[in-house]
């Protein structure tokens, strides 16, 4: 049985990879901020921590074989994260960054790319995943769906391979518990590259209604992330992301089916499992 440190664990990923790694029978330790409000499968063990807190971190590694967790844009957070996991001799950092780190010209290419690189720099085995656009990111459309039967989003001609979170959460458990620790780029998609307007129809499908496409502009879609309470630098570097898309080949990658020996998820499968919250 390995012991395996969670960071993350209300996101998307991180709560799956929670369930999953507690339903293989590892044991399982997660960190968060507010370890009283933390759902956790039963028998996992919830810790007080933050990325920003070494001294916490260092605590809730010890003992552990390997770590999970999300890239934040801080980069002090990342560098908190690699030396706690250095100092503690952990066996293995799966970290969760994206496909924008090939683009390392890119500021958001940049954040990506040197978070991974500080965990390069412990000498430490890793494993780094880097997904395309979640399929779960088209929850921003949902009250709008429900309510006006309409998605308001900059670029319409924005394409993506985009992948259920929960085939990334897969691929992270094989990684924290694969036995040849091999340091590994995962390039993650799902398994078709689907337009803006491609993805909204096939919620319409799945609901059984026709949904209206309105294009905003880059300042509208701004304002709209900072009335979500996205942090202004994190709202520039994705509307940036999706505008450097635009001119950039989009590739469908057999990752999943290689680390887990089983398909990507199509988009369709993940809308219909959420179906409940785009229904009116």
Known sequence: MLMLLVIGASGNVGREVTRLLAESGEQVRVLTRNPGSAAVPAGVEVVRGDLADSESLESAMKGADGAYSLMRPDPDATRNLAAAAASQGLERIVLLTSLAAEAADTPLGLQHREAEQAV????????????????????AWAQSIRTEGAVRAPFGTFK???????????????????????????????????????????IGEVLGRDITYVEQSEREAHEELLA???????????????????????????????????????????????????AS
């Open 228 to 278: 979500r309470g996205v942090p202004a630098p994190v709202a520039e570097s994705i509307l940036a992301g999706q505008r450097g898309a635009l001119t950039q080949e989009q590739h469908v990658y057999d990752t999943v089916q290689q680390a887990t020996g089983r398909p990507a998820a199509p988009y369709r499968d993940w809308v219909t499992a959420n179906r409940a919250a785009f």
């Open 160 to 202: 993506s391979a985009v992948i259920d979170p929960r085939d990334i959460a897969a691929v992270a458990v094989a990684e924290l518990r694969s036995p040849d620790q091999a340091n590994r780029v995962h390039r993650l998609t799902g398994p078709q590259v689907l337009g803006l307007t491609d993805q909204i129809a096939i």
């Open 120 to 139: 390069e720099a412990t000498g430490l085995t890793w494993a780094f995943l880097r997904p395309t656009n979640f399929a779960s990111n088209s929850l």
